[in-house]
Each structure stands twice: as structure tokens, then as C-alpha cells.
């Protein structure tokens, strides 16, 4: 049975999962919307993604005998300015999940519920592979700088690094 403390972080956690969806799905659009196609796909994916990150909690709230919250659908920002700044925004994006999800474990500690702090081991390590993602891709654009031939072939390139990359829930 979840604790009243622990079913309400999990819940902030589902909102800040459907959030960080929202947003990817903005940055896909953006994207496709300025003909990079292949920046456009990784970001519909990751949208993808984070609703699953999403649905794994919500499953899980309802399976420890407590009641998920279906979170408000915000509009996210619709102008990321740059690729550059889009993948900065990405990028610091995920250095807060990765913080939200520790505060998470912590209380799943104080309230001694081994069995949330389990399940959350997986988001532990899926937020040091999308961290890692995202520096990488990150260094990539700082690399390339205004060079159109390299962000053409950057634009192409990201589909093989996100299949290389294999993330996404197991
Ligand atoms: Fe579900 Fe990108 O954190």
C-alpha cells in the first residue's frame, strides 16, 4: 500500500512525464515544421517515450492500491529559436527529471517502501541514458556550429544515433 506522501510524489511524477511528452511533441513539430526530418522523428519517438514513462507510473500507482491522477495537458512553448537552444532546452530538461526522480527515490527511502523504491531503480537508469543522449547530441550541434552541410547531415545522421542509442522503456 502507498503512502499518502509517496502516491502524491509519484503522482507529481506522472505530471511532469505527460509534461516532458508535451513538450517533445512541440519540439518534433518545430522541427519537421523547418524541414529536419530526421530531428522531427527522434523528437515524435520521444514524445512516445515519455507518455510511456508516464503509463509505467500510472499502472504501477493503481497496482499499489492507490489512484493515479491523469495530469492537465499543458501547452508547451511552440519557439525553440535554434536547434542549437532546442537541444540545450532537451538537455536541461532531463537534468531536472533526473533530479525529480532522485527526490522520488529519497522519499521512497524515508517512508521505507522498497517496493516503489524498486520500480523507480528503472527510471534511475533510464535518465542516465537519456542524460547521456542528450549530451552527445548536444556536443554534435556545438561541433557542427552554422555549417549547413553538417546540420544536413546531422539531420540524417540522428535517426542511426537514436537506433544506436536503443532507449526507451524495456
Ligand atoms: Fe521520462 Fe525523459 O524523462
Known sequence: MLSERMQ?????????EGDSSQIYLSMAVWSETKGMEGVAKF???HADE??????KIIRFVNERGGVAIVPDVAKPTSNFVSLKKMFEILFNHEVMVSKKINDIVHVSLEERDYASNNFLQWYVSEQIEEEALA???LDKINMIGDDKGGLYLFDNDIKTIVAQAGTGPQ
Open 135 to 137: 549530451r552527445m547530441v
Open 43 to 45: 523528437m515524435y519517438d
Open 8 to 16: 502524491k510524489s509519484l503522482n507529481d511524477q506522472i505530471k511532469l
Open 50 to 55: 515519455e507518455r510511456q514513462h508516464m503509463l
